[in-house]
């Protein structure tokens, strides 16, 4: 049983910073692409981050030079490290991991930039 598991989210000021963690079982993420969505009410998930198999990462345009995909095989867990937070920013967090025929998905962890 494939089960993803997010943590690191809260109440951050503006110019702040968190880092989201993303913990697996029953799935090497090493093996998959492990990507960080958002989603805020209303609004459709989007993609945040994605690494690769071999480390390569993607982001979206709106994060880049802010935010910071990596993964520990170690601990088959994968981060999102996120400086300079913007109220922009808000949304709930999630790790998605695809088999090719099943998506996986956390609970989401909050996270909102706010003074």
């Known amino acids: 049983q494939v089960q993803l598991v997010e943590s690191g989210g809260g109440l951050v000021q503006p110019g702040g910073s968190l880092r989201l963690s993303c913990v697996a079982s029953g799935i090497m993420l090493s093996s998959r692409i492990n990507t960080w969505f958002r989603q805020t009410p209303g609004n459709q998930r989007e993609p945040v981050a994605a690494?690769?198999?071999?480390?390569?990462?993607t982001y979206a345009d709106s994060v880049k030079g802010r935010f910071t995909i990596s993964r520990d095989n170690a601990k088959n867990t994968v981060y999102l490290a996120m400086n300079n937070l913007k109220p922009e920013d808000t949304a709930v967090y999630y790790c998605g991991v695809s088999t090719g025929t099943d998506n996986f998905w956390g609970q989401g962890t909050q996270v909102t930039v706010s003074s």
């Open positions: 690494i690769g198999v071999g480390g390569t990462t």
